[in-house]
C-alpha cells in the first residue's frame, strides 16, 4: 500500500492506494447472443454466468455465481429462456429474475461437450461424451429427454441446427456427421483431413460447426482450418488456411453474410459472403479482416447485429465494432474492452478503517495502514503501519458468494450465496481477532441478491425476491426480523443496488426493471418511485445533508432526485436540458460509487475504472466548446482567471484499473486498484507464435 498526497483544483485528499487485493477474473467459456431482447450470455471458467445488454453500453445486468466444480462447456438461448450443459454431465436452466438455477437434469451421456437450440424455440440438443446427440423438448416449466440420434464412435464436441430445425450437423474427432432430427438417421459423413507432416498423427478435432440456410456446413477444427461442406452431396466445398493453430470457436451473423473465427492464438478472423465480380450473382466466402484484441485462446466468438464479441483465457470481453454496419461515429462504434465486473467487490467500513475483499470463494478483511505527515502534491508519504489482513474467511458449501457487506463500525460481516445468509460479529481484542457466527438468523434470511448496512450499524437491509428488500435489526443481543419493504409496482426483478441515507430515514434499491424505489424507515413503508429512466442505474447515493438521491446510469447520464419533495431537482433539471459533455458521454466504463463531501455539500465524488471525478454543484456545467480536461490549464492561471475557467466537473486520472474509490471520514481516499498487467502475469503462458527475425 502506498499513500499519496493528491490536490489539485479538485480539494486536498491523502490517498491509500491499495494494491492488496488480488482480484483475478475467471476466463470466457462461451458466448450466446439473443436477437430479440439484445442480451449476451457469457460463462465462464469458475460455472458463473452473466447476462449484458447490448443496447445499454453492454451494462452487466444481471451475474449469477458460479459452483465448485461446475464448469460450463455450452450456453443457449431458447426464447428468452438460458440454458447450459457442462462436463458434470447436466443440463442447467437459470432463473434470470432471480439471478440464481432454476434446476439441473442429468442427460445420462457423460460430459456434455456443447448445446444448441432451434430456431423453432421448440427443441435442445446436447452432444456427449458417449457419442449421442441427445434431443431434449422444451416445455413450459421444464424440458423432457426426447430421444436419441444414431449413436457415434466419438464424443461429439460441437453442434448445429439448420434453420428450418430439420437437420443437425455435428462435429467430433476427424469427421462431421448430418443427421435428420425426424428419422435420427445419418444423411452424410464428411472426414475432416488431419493435415501433413508431423499432424497426420494426431486426430482433427472439429471445435466448431455452423449450418447455413442454404445447407452449407461450415467447420473450425484443431488443423487451424475453416472449411465449406455442402450438405446435399456430403462433399468439402472450399478451404481456408486461418491459422497453425486451432479454430475453436465460429459465428454466423443474422442474415448469413458474415463469419467469424476466434482461434488459440488470440486472433478473430472475419470472412464474408461477397460477389467476386462486379454485378454477379456469384458469391463467396472471402477473408476480409483480421482482429487482434486477445492475448490468449479465443473460446467463443459471437457476431451481433454490430460488433463481434469475443472471449477467451485472457478473461476480458471484446466488443469490436463493426463499423461498415454503423451509420454514425458514436460510444457504439468504439472498441469496448470489459476487464471488470459493473458490480462492486469491495466494501468499506468507514468508521474504523477496515476494507471487506469479496472473491468467489472467500473474504478478506484488511486493515489500512497509516502514513505520516503531509507532503507536496503527488508525493509518497512514509508509511509507519502497514495495511494488516486481519481475517480469511471461507465459504461453507459448494456456491460462490453472491454479495457481501461490512458495517460502518467494523464489527459485522454478511455474505450470501444462491442458498445460504451467513452474518459475522467481529470481536477484537489487543490485535486478537475472533468471530462470532449469528446462528439464530430470522427466516427471510434465507439469501439475498444485495447486503446493506444503516449508517449507524444498527440494521441490515437485505434485498430478496421480487424486489423486496428486508430489514432486521442487529444488536450485541442477535438479529431481529424488523420487517419487509414492498415495492408498489409488483416488480419481480431482482435488486441490484441499495442504498440507505446517514439519517436512518431513508433506503433506495434499484432493480434490473431500471425501478428505482424509496422507503420511509420510520413508517416502513414505500415513499415514492424514481420515473424510470430507458438506461440502468449503475451506481447510487443519498446525500448526507439534502436527502437527494444521486444517480448514475449506463449511459453515463445522470439524474439527483429530491426524496422528501418527491421531484429532480433544480440541478437535475439543468443538466438534462443543457446535457452533458460529449467526452463524459463516451467514457466506456459505468461508474460504480457515489459518494459526498460533508465538508464540501456541493460535491459529488464518482468513479469508473479509469477516473475519479469530483463535481462541484456550485460551478457550471461545461459545454462541447469547453475544455473538458482542464486540470493543468487551471494551475497554470491565477486564481482570478481561474473563476472564468472553472467548471462542474474535475477529472484525476492519476490512477488506473479502479475497483473501488471510497471517501474516508478523515477526508482521506482509499482507491483500490487490480493493475491489468498483473492480473496478465498470473494467467497461463499463451501459444508461443513466431516473430519475424526471431
Known sequence: MMSTDLRSAMGEFKVHRVRFFDYMPSG?????????????????????????????????????????????????WVGERLFSAGLNGGITEYDLTNQKVKYTIDAYGGPIWTIAGNQQGTHLAVGCEDGTVKLFEVNEDNIQFERNLDRQKSRIVSLSWHPSGSKIAAGMMDMIQVFNVE?????????????????????????????????????????????????QTGTLIKSHNVTKCDVLALSVSQNEDSLVAGTSEGIVVQFQFVSMVLGKDDKEWVRTRTFRNHTHDIRAVAEITTAVVSGGMDAQLVVRPLLDKIEERSAASALRKIHFPHRRLVACARKSGLMLFQYPGHLELWRLGESEGKGIPGSSLFVKRNPEKLLHLKVKGEDHIRCSAVSPCGEWIVYSTASTLRLYRLH?????????KISKLPKVLSSANQLCFSSDSSHLFSASAQSSVHLVSISQSGCKFVGTLKPKSGSHQAIHLLAASEDGKWVASANS???????????????????????????MGIHPATNCLFMMHADQQMFEYSIEQKQYTDWSRTVQRKGLHRLWVER???????????????????????MLCIIDQS???????????????????????????????KVCKTFKDILCVELMPDQSLVVVERPLEDIATQLPAPIKQKKFAT
Not at 449476451?40 to 445486468?61: I, L, N, P, T, W
Not at 477484537?428 to 462470532?436: A, G, R
Not at 431500471?514 to 424507515?521: A, G, K, Q
Not at 492561471?637 to 466537473?649: D, G, I, N, P, V
Open 513 to 539: 426493471d431500471h425501478e428505482v424505489h424509496i422507503y420511509n424507515l420510520q413508517t416502513r413503508k414505500a415513499h415514492c418511485t424514481v420515473p424510470i429512466y430507458s438506461s440502468a442505474v449503475t451506481a
Open 619 to 649: 460551478l457550471p456545467l461545461p459545454d462541447d466548446k469547453t475544455q473538458f480536461y482542464n486540470q493543468l490549464t487551471l494551475k497554470s492561471l491565477t486564481e482570478e482567471q481561474r473563476k472564468s475557467h472553472s467548471h462542474a466537473f
Open 588 to 610: 466506456d466504463t459505468p461508474c460504480l460509487n457515489v459518494m459526498f463531501n460533508p465538508q464540501n455539500p456541493s460535491h459529488v465524488i464518482l468513479h469508473d475504472m479509469y
Open 28 to 76: 470466457i467459456r462461451a458466448l450466446a447472443f439473443n436477437q430479440d431482447t439484445e442480451r449476451m450470455a457469457v460463462a465462464r471458467m469458475d460455472g458463473s454466468v452473466e447476462v449484458f445488454h447490448c443496447s445499454d453500453r453492454f451494462f452487466q445486468e444481471k451475474i449469477i455465481p458460479g459452483r465448485e466444480q461446475f464448469g460450463i462447456e455450452g450456453l443457449s
Open 183 to 231: 428419422t435420427g438417421h445419418s444423411m452424410h459423413r464428411m472426414l475432416a483431413d488431419r493435415g501433413v507432416g508431423t499432424s497426420r498423427s494426431k486426430e482433427c478435432v472439429v471445435w466448431s460447426v455452423v449450418y447455413l440456410s442454404d445447407g452449407t456446413i461450415i467447420t473450425g477444427d484443431s488443423v487451424g482450418m475453416v472449411k465449406l461442406w455442402d450438405d
Open 428 to 436: 477484537c481484542d489487543n490485535n486478537n481477532i475472533s468471530i462470532t
